[in-house]
């Protein structure tokens, strides 16, 4: 007998902050704050209208967004999690660099944001 698959996020979780940093040759550095909310079905990001951003050109911030928006909603769909995705996901804050962030590092930190949200909702880890 195989128990259910349950909806992910249960319940609101505020507040995952990830700051992703690696320093050198071909440096990366990504900070988010996100939250993870329920949703009817699948999978939504978005950005705060009260966004911070800490960032001098503003033309890579969509690609940065972007990125770690793929990042969080591959993660949470692992099947190892064995969760439904129904969430609503919003980016509160991000903090970025003008010589180490790029997409991969956004991508990174998304995955990690959505891998601490799992943790703090009590699903397994793999």
Known sequence: MTSALRRFPPHLVRGVRVLHQKQNCAPHFAEIE???????????FEAAQELMVEYGPAEGLSRFFAAAAVGIEEQLR???????????????????DTFGSHELAFR????????KALEHTGCPRF
């Open 78 to 96: 692992v099947p190892g999690h064995g969760v439904v995705v129904a969430t609503r996901v919003v980016l509160r804050r991000a903090r970025a």
């Open 34 to 44: 996100v939250d993870f909310g329920p949703a009817g079905e699948g999978f939504a």
């Open 108 to 115: 990174i930190a998304g995955y990690l944001a959505a891998r």
